[in-house]
């Protein structure tokens, strides 16, 4: 039963940032760089805690990342280091 609570909450957790990074993108185009750029660093931060929590692997949070950056490429770009585990 933990496999389907924690595959549920990771799909769950996946559908979220997806989401996330579609409205930044969406609001990137309407904001000045510097606001977006911070929206992002948020966005990074939220992703590196969510993969530190093991709520998503990091190989599928950094492929959202590509991907949503590659759809939009007026997303600004920051650093996001994926943890493995949360450091005990």
Same mark, same amino acid.
């Given at each position: 039963?933990?496999?389907?609570? @924690?595959?549920?909450?990771s799909?769950?957790?996946?559908? +979220?940032?997806? !989401?996330? +990074?579609?409205? +930044?993108?969406?609001?990137?185009?309407?904001?000045?760089?510097?606001e977006?750029e911070?929206?992002?660093?948020l !966005?990074?931060?939220?992703t590196m805690r969510?993969? #530190?929590?093991?709520?998503?692997?990091?190989?599928?949070? #950094?492929?959202?990342?590509? @991907?949503?950056?590659?759809?939009?490429?007026?997303l600004?770009?920051v650093?996001?280091e994926l943890?493995?585990? +949360?450091?005990?």
């Amino acid at each position: 039963m933990r496999g389907v609570v @924690d595959g549920t909450r990771s799909e769950r957790t996946e559908r +979220l940032l997806i !989401a996330r +990074l579609e409205a +930044l993108a969406r609001a990137a185009s309407q904001l000045g760089h510097a606001e977006a750029e911070r929206l992002v660093e948020l !966005a990074s931060v939220a992703t590196m805690r969510a993969v #530190a929590l093991e709520m998503i692997r990091a190989e599928t949070a #950094a492929q959202i990342w590509r @991907d949503a950056h590659s759809r939009h490429p007026q997303l600004p770009h920051v650093a996001v280091e994926l943890p493995q585990r +949360l450091a005990a």
